[in-house]
């Protein structure tokens, strides 16, 4: 059975810096495009970021370009979101998803993690 398991979610302050994860059962992990989305308190999910096979192309949200960096370690079947300089408006929960051999920016993703929590307090 496929499992992406999420950490690294909290409370922190505006201004501050999150590092989330996601361990996957993948294989093999490097066949997978993975990404994050997020969906705040009633709104829609949201892509995030993404990234392909070797970790050479990313793509970002206009809303956390600049701020956010997605990045993976096939070695360690994990990929990660830092979020640094969080706002306010960045609170919500963060899911992992995985796609194999196609865009996951639409949002129609082959596995889904089960969410963390994060809340940027102002």
């Known amino acids: 059975q496929v499992q992406l398991v999420e950490s690294g979610g909290g409370l922190v302050q505006a201004g501050g810096s999150l590092r989330l994860s996601c361990a996957a059962s993948?294989?093999?992990?490097?066949?997978?495009?993975m990404g994050w989305f997020r969906q705040a308190p009633g709104k829609e999910r949201e892509f995030v970021a993404s990234i392909k096979w070797n970790g050479g192309i990313t793509r970002y949200a206009d809303s956390v370009k600049g701020r956010f960096t997605i990045s993976r370690d096939n070695a360690k079947n994990t990929v990660y979101l830092q979020m640094n300089t969080l706002k306010p408006e960045d609170t919500a929960v963060y899911y992992c998803?995985?796609?194999?051999?196609?865009?996951?920016?639409?949002?129609?993703?082959?596995?889904w993690g089960q969410g963390t929590q994060v809340t940027v307090s102002s």
């Open positions: 998803a995985a796609n194999r051999f196609k865009s996951i920016v639409t949002g129609e993703c082959d596995y």
């Open positions: 993948l294989q093999p992990f490097s066949n997978y495009i």
